[in-house]
Each structure stands twice: as structure tokens, then as C-alpha cells.
Antibody, heavy 122, light 108 residues
Framework: EVQLVQSGAEVKKSGESLKISCKGSGYTFSDYWIAWVRQMPGKGLEWMGV????????RYSPSFQGQVTISADKSINTAYLQWSSLKASDTAIYFCARLDGDEGDGFYFDPWGQGTLVTVSS | SYVLTQPPSVSVAPGQTARITCGGNNIVSKSVHWYQQKPGQAPVLVVY???DRPSGIPERISGSNSGNTATLTISRVEAGDEADYYCQVWDSSSDHYVFGIGTKVTVL
């Protein structure tokens, strides 16, 4: 079974750093892009960026470029999302998801991790 | 950048049909994917490539795409279908992934 398991909920203060993780299993982790998606409280889904663990090629949404860093360690089948200085507005649930599909038919997100709740207090 | 437009909410009685639209400029030229998200849970893919269903998704859920509108149709609606539904495309010109704002389906 293809599965993504994310790290647990975090409570941080403004200005602190944070790195959350997403571990894949049940497939060849290096061969599929991993995406990160933000969901702010009561709001919709926002694509943040993607990484190809095979060579660490990374693409960011313009809205998140410079705000977060996406990385991966293919040796342990894990992708990461990190912040160097959190803000209260970073409070949200963060999902990772595997990208499937192709350039001909487009890419979709399947499956998703269970989500990591990040709460940042000011 | 490419924009997807969804109605914020749709209400439907049990046993009836819910239709959730997703508008975009010449959206027929793109593959549209749909996700169901129930409260407190991660999204789940219910339709991909306009019309295909992943294994485990009931045949009552179907998708279509024509002109400037893609549609997710839920037939014989049940209480368990109550959720938020999001459409999504990959915009090849920008290499960006775009979500609609989501539609909350309420079963009356």
C-alpha cells in the first residue's frame, strides 16, 4: 500500500525555526514528485511547492518562494518542509502528497499524508 | 496565472443528484482532478483525468469536462457524501498546480 506518514503537530513561537517531515512507503520514493499543500484554518488548499527526491529538483509556488524550504533525503524516503523564522500567519495544516500522472494528462495528488498541524503563537 | 472558479456551496436532498462545477478558461484543454475532504481529514482523490475513478471510489461519483466548465456529479447522494470538494489542474505553461476554492456539499 502506498502511504505517506507525516510528523506530529507542532506548537511554536514567532521567530522560531521548524522542520516537518513526510515519509513515504510502499513505492520507489525516488521516482515520484512530492508536493506540499497548505490549508489555513477554515480555508481551501494552496499548493506550496514540489520536490523530486531522485535528484532534489525543487519548484516553488510564487506565493511561497523564499518563505519556506523544501528538501528530501531519498536514503530514508523522507521529504521535508522547513521555516527559518515562523510567523503567526504560518498557522495551518500542512499536507504532503505524492504526484501522479504525466505531462500529457496532467498531474494529480494521490495519496496524501494525514497532515501536520502547525500552530504559531505571537 | 490560471484560475479555477467553484461555487462555495451546494445543497442537495438525500437520493438526489449533486453537481459541482469548476470553471476555467478553455478548461477542456486541461485534465481536471477532484478531491473530497471531510472535516478533520486529509483530501482524497475521487476523480482524475476528467473522468477516471481511483479504485474504491463508487460509480455514483463521476466527472466530465467540456468547454469552460468541468463538473463533478454525485448521484443518489448519501449523508456520507457531505464534504468539501476541490477541483485541481496542472497549468503546463507555468508548471503550477492550481486548486479551486472548494465547494461545500450539504446533504439536507
Amino acid at each position: 500500500e502506498v502511504q505517506l506518514v507525516q510528523s506530529g503537530a507542532e506548537v511554536k513561537k514567532s521567530g522560531e525555526s521548524l522542520k516537518i517531515s513526510c515519509k513515504g512507503s510502499g513505492y520507489t520514493f525516488s521516482d515520484y514528485w512530492i508536493a506540499w499543500v497548505r490549508q489555513m484554518p477554515g480555508k481551501g488548499l494552496e499548493w506550496m511547492g514540489v520536490i523530486y527526491p531522485g535528484d532534489s529538483d525543487t519548484r516553488y509556488s510564487p506565493s511561497f518562494q523564499g518563505q519556506v524550504t523544501i528538501s528530501a533525503d531519498k536514503s530514508i524516503n523522507t521529504a521535508y518542509l522547513q521555516w527559518s523564522s515562523l510567523k503567526a500567519s504560518d498557522t495551518a495544516i500542512y499536507f504532503c502528497a505524492r504526484l501522479d500522472g504525466d505531462e500529457g494528462d496532467g498531474f494529480y495528488f494521490d495519496p496524501w499524508g494525514q497532515g501536520t498541524l502547525v500552530t504559531v503563537s505571537s | 496565472s490560471y484560475v479555477l472558479t467553484q461555487p462555495p456551496s451546494v445543497s442537495v436532498a438525500p437520493g438526489q443528484t449533486a453537481r459541482i462545477t469548476c470553471g476555467g478558461n478553455n478548461i477542456v484543454s486541461k485534465s481536471v482532478h477532484w478531491y473530497q475532504q471531510k472535516p478533520g481529514q486529509a483530501p482524497v482523490l475521487v476523480v482524475y483525468d476528467d473522468t477516471d475513478r481511483p479504485s474504491g471510489i463508487p460509480e455514483r461519483i463521476s466527472g466530465s469536462n467540456s468547454g469552460n466548465t468541468a463538473t463533478l456529479t454525485i448521484s443518489r447522494v448519501e449523508a456520507g457524501d457531505e464534504a468539501d470538494y476541490y477541483c485541481q489542474v496542472w497549468d503546463s505553461s507555468s508548471d503550477h498546480y492550481v486548486f479551486g476554492i472548494g465547494t461545500k456539499v450539504t446533504v439536507l
